[in-house]
Structure formats: structure tokens, C-alpha cells
């Protein structure tokens, strides 16, 4: 297969505080970028993508930046709520598929 | 409008048997993914379909096909199952995959193979 899914990193957050999730990338070519989330026993949710002409991009207390320069996107949630606890997948976008990185679990502390 | 659907949600099969997994994907999507996602791997890709007509397809041996229908429903089919089987099949749909689209998944299928 050609995603890495080894060791997940955790990242742990106060509630209240801002999470930032970090994901490096593959290819340069690629073009178009996605967020998702998947909590336990559920399929992975979009969060927020965004295409290379953009270096940011904001949603509901999410924000996507994108670093071509270094083949790097990260996420940051504002405001971390208790149900933003999940595992959280970057994927960029191939010919007629997707390539997920690893994965980073976001566990929120009360 | 409804999401991605998934049939059947949980199964147990055992090692040598086949399985065939469904997916019927958000009114009006026209492209269909299959991923396995498993803890050591992740979430590798499988196949990719559009109009009945398979576009790509990942690393993964012959036991693993599927089609899709003129509804745009679609189908996974493993054969002769082996343990390492054992995951979690994720589907995901989109208008066209071709380029820029947006995948919605569905909540998958979680196999067993004892």
C-alpha cells in the first residue's frame, strides 16, 4: 500500500487551548488537500480542504495552512472542544484517488 | 441527502472464504473509492471506479475486485480470505475524482477473518 499507518503520534490539548496538527506530504505535484476526522468506529468526516493556489484557509474554528515550499500542511483548531477528540488524517489528492499520511490522535483534556 | 451507505456494517468470515461488501454512495456521485484501513497500514487505497469503469487501483493482490453498477452503487469482492484481511473497508464517494473533488465516506464495513 502506499499511505504510511504506523505508530499514531498523540497530541494532547487542554480544552480551551488551540490544537495544531501537522502532516508533511509526498508529492509536489500534488494540487488539492484535505482534512478529515474520524472518531472511533465511524468512516473518516470532512473537515476542510484546500487547493495549492491558497496558503490558508479558514473554516469554523479550523484553519488549514499549506507550505508548498516544504511539502507541509497543518490544521489548527481553535478553542478545543472535548468532541474534537479523534484521530485527524491529511490526504492529497491524486489521479482517481487519495494519499493519507499517518494520522495524529488529538485527545482533549478536561 | 443522504450519506454513503455501507452493507453489511460488521462480519465474520473464516480463512479461506470470500466476502462481498456494498456501497451505495451520495445521490448524484458518480466516482466510488475503496480504502482498507487497518492499524498497522493505515488507510491504503484499493480501487477507484467512475461510470462503471475502474480508473485506478492500489497495491493490493487479485483476491481484491470489485465493480460498479449503472446506479453507481458499487461492490467490493475479497476471495480465498486470509487473516491479515482483518480491517476496517472504507467507501467513499464524489461527483468525479478526476480532479479537486471532495471524498465523503461512509461509516465502513469491519471485517474479521478467524
Known amino acids: 500500500g502506499e499511505s504510511v499507518g504506523l505508530h499514531l503520534p498523540t497530541l494532547s490539548v487542554q480544552e480551551g487551548d488551540n490544537s495544531i496538527i501537522n502532516c508533511a506530504y509526498s508529492?509536489?505535484?500534488?494540487?488539492?488537500f484535505i482534512w478529515y476526522k474520524q472518531e472511533s468506529g465511524k468512516g473518516p468526516q470532512f473537515i476542510i480542504d484546500?487547493?495549492?493556489?491558497?496558503d490558508k484557509r479558514q473554516g469554523q474554528r479550523v484553519t488549514v495552512l499549506l507550505n508548498k515550499t516544504v511539502k507541509h500542511l497543518s490544521l489548527q483548531i481553535a478553542a478545543t472542544q472535548p468532541g474534537d477528540s479523534a484521530v485527524y488524517f491529511c490526504?492529497?489528492?491524486?489521479?482517481?484517488?487519495?494519499?493519507f499520511g499517518t494520522g495524529t490522535r488529538l485527545k482533549v483534556l478536561a | 441527502k443522504a450519506g454513503v451507505t455501507q452493507t453489511p456494517r460488521y462480519l465474520i468470515k473464516t480463512r479461506g472464504q470470500q466476502v462481498t461488501l456494498s456501497c451505495s454512495p451520495i445521490?448524484?456521485?458518480?466516482?466510488v473509492s475503496w480504502y482498507q484501513q487497518t492499524p498497522g497500514q493505515g488507510l491504503q487505497f484499493l480501487f477507484e471506479?467512475?461510470?462503471?469503469?475502474?480508473?485506478n487501483k492500489g497495491n493490493f493482490p487479485g483476491r481484491f475486485s470489485g465493480r460498479q453498477f449503472s446506479n453507481s452503487r458499487s461492490e467490493m469482492n475479497v476471495s480465498t480470505l486470509e487473516l491479515g484481511d482483518s480491517a476496517l473497508y472504507l467507501c467513499?464517494?464524489?461527483?468525479?475524482?478526476?480532479?479537486?473533488?471532495?471524498?465523503?465516506f461512509g461509516p465502513g464495513t469491519r471485517l474479521l477473518v478467524l
Open positions: 467513499a464517494s464524489s461527483l468525479d475524482r478526476g480532479h479537486q473533488e471532495t471524498q465523503y
Open positions: 508529492n509536489s505535484a500534488s494540487d488539492y
Open positions: 484546500i487547493r495549492s493556489n491558497m
Open positions: 490526504a492529497e489528492g491524486g489521479t482517481y484517488k487519495y494519499i
Open positions: 445521490s448524484g456521485h458518480r466516482s
Open positions: 471506479y467512475f461510470s462503471e469503469t475502474q480508473r
